[in-house]
Nanobody, 125 residues
Framework: QVQLVESGGGLVQAGGSLRLSCAAS??????????MGWFRQAPGKEREFVAA????????DYADSLKGRFTVSRDNAKNTVYLQMNSLKSEDTAVYYC????????????????WGQGTQVTVSS
């Protein structure tokens, strides 16, 4: 069982930046064993894929609409995954979740085994 904790959400003006972090709450959980994904869910909408990074950080995937603004990275030594979000727009407002899974090129929520509780990102226009 892997317990994930997101942090870094908050209120930001349109055009601003935020960096989200995702760490394992249990030091015995090694995130380097997992593909890590970021998803988001806006009010009244389904959860959607944002980005993913493979086990060693050499490969990344992004939702097409977010390429160029969002960057996913990981520091396995710190057991932490990051999502850098730049040029934020009001439509980026959502709860952001990190997730751990075993499959690469996995874009659906059902492909991930463990989830954090989410962190709210609100972008004001």
């Amino acid at each position: 069982q892997v317990q994930l904790v997101e942090s870094g959400g908050g209120l930001v003006q349109a055009g601003g930046s935020l960096r989200l972090s995702c760490a394992a709450s249990d030091a015995r959980s090694t995130l380097s064993a997992y593909v890590m994904g970021w998803f988001r869910q806006a009010p009244g909408k389904e959860r959607e894929f944002v980005a993913a990074i493979n086990w060693n950080g050499a490969s990344t995937d992004y939702a097409d609409s977010l390429k160029g603004r969002f960057t996913v990275s990981r520091d396995n030594a710190k057991n932490t995954v990051y999502l850098q979000m730049n040029s934020l727009k009001s439509e980026d407002t959502a709860v952001y979740y990190c997730a751990a899974g075993r499959r690469w090129r996995a874009f659906a929520s059902r492909d991930y085994d463990y989830w954090g509780q989410g962190t709210q990102v609100t972008v004001s226009s």
